[in-house]
T-cell receptor
Framework: GAGVSQTPSNKVTEKGKYVELRCDPI?????LYWYRQSLGQGPEFLIY????????DSGLPNDRFFAVRPEGSVSTLKIQRTERGDSAVYLC???????????????FGDGTRLSIL | GENVEQHPSTLSVQEGDSAVIKCTYS??????FPWYKQELGKGPQLIID?????GEKKDQRIAVTLNKTAKHFSLHITETQPEDSAVYFC??????????FGGGTRLMVKP
């Protein structure tokens, strides 16, 4: 079946601009996650959605970052007043609902490579 | 919070040899440990995972071992092939849903 889809695959913009990154999770996956991966490093957690609500946004670096998932499926990560340090690959993952307190594996998309000039 | 250390950062092996990557974690509450393979320009792909109630798990040429007392886990790849060349990441889940990743290992399999 179709995996996690992220668009655009690449985004280049100027410092100070606003960007939106989109994630389409695997059908039926209620949990959705955003991670950020800098060059040569492992992904770092940003935010987790269960359904429509942000269950954990502790990884968002500051208030320029915001994410929504209004209908419990597609999610958009929004970055205001972009800075050069925001340049990274932004990864989205989704997972099936956990049962009995047991988490389910997270499956990743190919990411959006964001470059801030 | 959780901290995951991964070694080595690079690993070069001859085709057909075995490769071992090791990770340690800090939070004793971690109960789920996945391994991901990432190829250039692609997202991480889950290759195997292990839960804290199991000491070892195997899937064809790939195996993972977990030592909860010592807080370390390892990935073993046998009979390596050139297509195994990639960056491998370990991760730990200390409850909740936030994966904490290691720094990655670049595996190069020479034909």
């Amino acid at each position: 079946g179709a995996g996690v889809s992220q668009t655009p695959s690449n985004k280049v913009t100027e410092k100070g601009k606003y960007v939106e990154l989109r994630c389409d999770p695997i059908s039926g996956h209620t949990a959705l996650y955003w991670y950020r991966q800098s060059l040569g490093q492992g992904p770092e957690f940003l935010i987790y959605f269960q359904g429509t609500g942000a269950a954990d946004d502790s990884g968002l670096p500051n208030d320029r970052f915001f994410a929504v998932r209004p209908e419990g499926s597609v999610s958009t990560l929004k970055i205001q007043r972009t800075e050069r340090g925001d340049s990274a690959v932004y990864l989205c993952a989704s997972s099936e609902p956990g049962t009995g307190g047991r988490n389910q594996p997270q499956h990743f998309g190919d990411g959006t490579r964001l470059s801030i000039l | 919070g959780e901290n995951v250390e991964q070694h080595p950062s690079t690993l070069s092996v001859q085709e057909g040899d075995s490769a071992v990557i090791k990770c340690t974690y800090s939070d004793s509450a971690s109960n789920y440990f996945p391994w991901y393979k990432q190829e250039l320009g692609k997202g991480p792909q889950l290759i195997i995972d292990i839960r804290s109630n199991v000491g070892e798990k195997k899937d064809q040429r790939i195996a993972v071992t977990l030592n909860k007392t010592a807080k370390h886990f390892s990935l073993h790849i046998t009979e390596t092939q050139p297509e195994d060349s990639a960056v491998y990441f370990c991760a730990a889940l200390p409850g909740g849903n936030m994966l904490t990743f290691g720094g990655g290992t670049r595996l190069m399999v020479k034909p």
